[in-house]
């Protein structure tokens, strides 16, 4: 009689043929071709988050994936796990395994993909056991053990066919010699998230095939010999590097990205002078500047050695003739010298936001290929560039800076500016001629987004972005802004989404019904009691009126939103409620979404309490004009009699006094 927790145990697992789980629904018809033989069918066992103790013994001998992952696993034994020699995938994640018996995988030769992560494997390297072979597995996660120095070599010698390794999330302090010698076949090494301080002379030098390593968030703090010359990625995030310098050679480095962002480097690390680098991640470093004369370390520091070549030499050797990625973001830069970008022929990227810089200029033709420049949040006073520098700009962030003029007309191609906290003005027909107070936003051919929040401007003139096709304006945040009639003169056919967000306007002069494109506005936070008026039917789709003071909206208005408005944001003001009922009617009888309906309310009497207005209808606001009316005769009628009853009390006294007189001889 087969035992019941077994029986328990195969009614849970699911077996399936190359599914996951039993259909809904039934299967479409399939199509008509020949039936599968017996040998290329797939068998897959999903046995998860099942509270198992051991290793279900009643599956099918040729099942090819076994997922047991997150149970109570202990021990693992040749019983029964052994039998199942065709296994392919084999998920061991999340249990409590601390103990593996040896050559244990040492008969499944089909064996490609072993997951042990987040087990308890430390206590099974204590005893420094051998858990091989595992003579074909090509794929091994041992992330989350507990693993520590020394540990590693216990799973890793005699695994041949070994390509990507995972050891993070252990205890891991030193990278021994001899840590991979029973696995050179290894393309991929992941140890991430240990305390990796040491790395020993030839941990890695062995592993020709080793093209992407992962060291981040570990305990790093410099690399003085760089030398791996197959390797293509290479990750030192979060580590504690005051030092990178790759090993002086004339061989042509395989690296295609190199991550440094999140250390502490002083200088920028020295690159291989021959490489094929196309991203660099120096960002959250402590670098000042470019120091093409300073020592390293007792050592002489160049960023590249092309950079101090004579100019014979210097074309010869393009050091970042690759590279399309830079980001210098979050450091000290209080500069960036030209002779940085000569050899960046093929940038298309660069990030220097979040520095120390106070000018930024081009006086040559540099970066030619560069599609997105972020200079934010430094302190810029000046941006200058030539005739045909970054010919192929599209993306232009100057956030968070000092600008107050702003030469950028001559980028033919770009299509967003980002202007937010500056103290730009906008140029006029009148102040033209002089630019060097306000920044003129005409003719702009390719212009598409365009952010002015917080820029303290006060107007916008007539004629501000004519023939300039923005799609997307904010001019959020600039407290008293005053529009002119005309200043989205030009915008008719292009402008669809605008935003007015925080700027204490009380009144909307400009005529955004002519805006025939328009679909998103943002009038919230500011003190308008009345909507802009429509003359004709709009085509705004969201539009956000919070924290107004709207007592009511014009039904004129409401009308001609009525037919394109799908979402509509209204909290926060002190409508009235019987005096929007158009409104109302509109939430109740379209489509519109309000997802603020909650926080909308208004108020029947000037001193009564809000209420939602979703309670409100229009009997009730019958009841209360019949109520009014009542109130009003009740209080005509009482007013009547009070001035009859004061005339009827005078004319008794009068004639009393007449009854009382008396003559006297």
């Given at each position: 009689m087969m035992d019941l927790s077994v029986l328990l145990v195969l009614l849970c697992c699911d077996l399936t043929s190359s599914r996951p789980s039993l259909p809904l629904t039934p299967p479409p018809t399939p199509p008509l071709t020949p039936p599968l033989t017996p040998s290329c069918t797939r068998v897959e066992g999903f046995c998860s988050d099942l509270g198992l103790h051991s290793v279900p013994q009643d599956l099918p001998r040729g099942i090819h994936t076994l997922d047991l992952s997150r149970n109570q696993l202990q021990n693992l034994t040749r019983e029964p796990i052994a039998f199942y020699t065709g296994l392919r995938h084999l998920n061991l994640h999340g249990n409590r395994i601390h103990f593996i018996q040896p050559g244990l995988f040492a008969g499944m030769t089909q064996l490609k993909m072993l997951d042990l992560s987040r087990n308890q494997l430390n206590a099974f390297a204590a005893h420094r056991t051998q858990i091989g072979p595992l003579g074909a597995v090509e794929s091994l996660d041992l992330s989350g053990n507990g693993l520590f120095t020394g540990m590693m070599e216990y799973f890793l010698n005699d695994s041949q066919l070994l390509v990507n390794l995972s050891l993070s999330g252990n205890s891991i302090t030193k990278i021994s010699g001899d840590a991979f010698r029973g696995s050179l076949s290894l393309?991929?090494?992941?140890?991430?998230?240990?305390?990796?301080?040491?790395?020993?002379?030839?941990?890695?030098?062995?592993?020709?095939?080793?093209?992407?390593?992962?060291?981040?968030?570990?305990?790093?703090?410099?690399?003085?010999?760089?030398?791996?010359?197959?390797?293509?990625n290479l990750n030192l995030s979060q580590n504690s590097l005051e030092m990178f310098l790759s090993a002086p050679s004339d061989e042509l480095y395989q690296l295609v990205s190199l991550d440094l962002s999140q250390n502490k480097l002083p200088l920028l690390p020295l690159i291989p002078r021959k490489n094929k680098l196309e991203y660099l991640d120096l960002s959250y470093n402590q670098i000042q500047g470019v120091n093409v004369t300073g020592s390293y370390s007792g050592q002489i520091f160049f960023l590249c050695t092309c950079l101090y070549q004579p100019p014979s030499l210097t074309k010869h050797h393009n050091c970042f003739h690759h590279l399309?990625?830079?980001?210098?973001?979050?450091?000290?830069?209080?500069?960036?010298?030209?002779?940085?970008?000569?050899?960046?022929?093929?940038?298309?990227?660069?990030?220097?936001?979040?520095?120390?810089?106070?000018?930024?200029?081009?006086?040559?033709?540099?970066?030619?290929?560069?599609?997105?420049?972020?200079?934010?949040?430094?302190?810029?006073?000046?941006?200058?560039?030539?005739?045909?520098?970054?010919?192929?700009?599209?993306?232009l962030y100057l956030n968070g800076n000092g600008l107050t003029t702003l030469g950028f007309q001559t980028l033919k191609s770009l299509r967003l500016l980002h202007l937010q906290q500056n103290e730009i003005n906008i140029c006029s027909q009148k102040t033209l001629e002089d630019s060097k107070f306000c920044v003129s936003f005409e003719s702009v051919p390719s212009l598409e987004y365009l952010d002015l929040s917080e820029n303290k401007l006060w107007r916008i003139p007539s004629g501000a972005f004519r023939n300039t096709p923005l799609t997307h304006l904010d001019l959020s945040q600039n407290p008293g802004l005053d529009l002119h009639q005309d200043s989205f003169s030009g915008l008719e056919n292009s402008l669809e989404r605008l935003f007015?967000?925080?700027?204490?306007?009380?009144?909307?002069?400009?005529?955004?019904?002519?805006?025939?494109?328009?679909?998103?506005?943002?009038?919230?936070?500011?003190?308008?009691?009345?909507?802009?008026?429509?003359?004709?039917?709009?085509?705004?789709?969201?539009?956000?009126?919070?924290?107004?003071?709207?007592?009511?909206?014009?039904?004129?208005?409401?009308?001609?939103?009525?037919?394109?408005?799908?979402?509509?944001?209204?909290?926060?003001?002190?409508?009235?409620?019987?005096?929007?009922?158009?409104?109302?009617?509109?939430?109740?009888?379209?489509?519109?979404?309000?997802?603020?309906?909650?926080?909308?309310?208004?108020?029947?009497?000037?001193?009564?309490?809000?209420?939602?207005?979703?309670?409100?209808?229009?009997?009730?606001?019958?009841?209360?004009?019949?109520?009014?009316?009542?109130?009003?005769?009740?209080?005509?009628?009482?007013?009547?009699?009070?001035i009859a009853l004061v005339l009827l009390v005078k004319c008794c006294r009068s004639r009393k006094r007449k009854r009382s007189r008396t003559y006297r001889a």
């Open positions: 393309r991929s090494i992941n140890l991430h998230n240990n305390v990796i301080m040491e790395i020993e002379d030839g941990a890695f030098d062995l592993l020709d095939h080793l093209s992407d390593l992962d060291l981040s968030k570990n305990s790093i703090n410099c690399i003085t010999d760089f030398n791996l010359y197959n390797l293509r399309k990625y830079l980001d210098l973001s979050f450091n000290n830069f209080q500069s960036l010298p030209e002779s940085l970008f000569h050899t960046m022929l093929s940038l298309e990227v660069l990030n220097v936001s979040n520095n120390c810089l106070t000018s930024f200029s081009l006086t040559r033709d540099l970066l030619p290929k560069v599609r997105i420049l972020n200079l934010g949040e430094n302190s810029l006073q000046t941006f200058q560039i030539t005739q045909t520098s970054l010919p192929s700009l599209e993306e007015f967000k925080e700027n204490n306007m009380s009144a909307i002069n400009s005529d955004l019904s002519s805006l025939r494109n328009l679909k998103y506005v943002d009038l919230s936070t500011n003190q308008l009691t009345a909507l802009p008026a429509w003359n004709r039917a709009s085509s705004i789709e969201s539009l956000n009126l919070q924290n107004n003071n709207l007592v009511t909206l014009d039904y004129g208005t409401v009308a001609a939103l009525e037919s394109s408005l799908k979402t509509l944001y209204v909290g926060s003001n002190p409508l009235s409620c019987c005096s929007n009922l158009p409104f109302l009617n509109l939430l109740k009888m379209s489509n519109v979404v309000v997802p603020d309906i909650e926080a909308v309310t208004c108020v029947f009497l000037e001193d009564a309490e809000p209420v939602n207005i979703e309670k409100v209808t229009e009997e009730m606001c019958k009841d209360l004009e019949n109520g009014s009316v009542n109130v009003i005769v009740v209080v005509v009628v009482a007013l009547v009699l009070i």
